[in-house]
């Protein structure tokens, strides 16, 4: 079982509604990620935050808005998407976020979501 | 600019057997690090084995290992005794400092099936 938990597991929202993904995590890991995977493609960074503060944002439109409430907890905000934003949406975490600290990403089940 | 490259699109196995997924890489760093992830039509990331660019060894994790030829530029994942469950996604990822935290960078994957 993986140890980032992501909600909810799938979502479907038309254009006009707002929506957030939350993730969580409990491994004391003060670096989490959004990336975005469409189908057959690899993961695209998205956001990192660092000791709860955006430390990446990689030039994401604004109608995604990240949000970190507490070192555990990632939120990501959604309004007025299109439907080419259709896809899977990791969240994932890292012990820290320094180059020095060789640890892996772990990633939560994601989130599949379409946009009608 | 760092960049991961397979040029496996698919692999096909037949159980039992070991199969070796190619990665190469390229980043003018000193300091980098290696990931294979893997993905089941689940969608969770699951991590398998890392190298760090200083490791004289290479890295081995169960049936997992991978076979570092720095001057080459490649990052093989080796895996033995190949199962069923083994049928999945399989992603290269390279890391890589940016603005104090880390990025991974994925190659566009290997489906690897197993056939019984």
């Known amino acids: 079982d993986t140890e980032v938990t992501q909600t909810p597991k799938h979502l479907v929202m038309g254009m006009t509604n707002k929506k957030s993904l939350k993730c969580e995590q409990h491994?004391?890991?003060?670096?989490m990620y959004w990336y975005k995977q469409k189908a057959k493609k690899p993961p695209e960074l998205m956001f990192v935050y660092s000791y709860e503060k955006l430390s990446i944002n990689e030039s994401v439109p604004s109608r995604f808005s990240p949000e970190c409430p507490n070192s555990s907890l990632l939120n990501l905000h959604l309004h007025a998407l299109q439907p080419e934003d259709s896809a899977l949406y990791l969240c994932a975490s890292s012990l820290g976020p320094t180059p020095e600290i060789n640890s892996p990403l772990h990633f939560g089940n994601g989130t599949r979501l379409t946009v009608t | 600019a760092q960049k991961i490259t397979q040029t496996q699109p698919g692999m096909f196995v037949q159980e039992k057997e070991a199969v070796t997924l190619d990665c190469t890489y390229d980043t003018s760093d000193p300091s980098y690090g290696l990931f294979w992830y893997k993905q089941p039509s689940s969608g969770e990331m699951i991590f398998l084995i890392y190298q760090g660019s200083y490791d004289q060894q290479n890295a081995t994790e169960g049936r997992y290992s991978l076979n570092f030829q720095k001057a080459r530029k490649s990052a093989n994942l080796v895996i033995s005794a190949s199962q069923l469950g083994d049928s999945a996604m399989y992603f290269c990822a390279m890391r890589t400092p940016i603005q104090g935290a880390q990025k991974l960078v994925f190659g566009q994957g290997t489906r690897l099936t197993i056939n019984p």
């Open positions: 491994m004391g890991h003060r670096a």
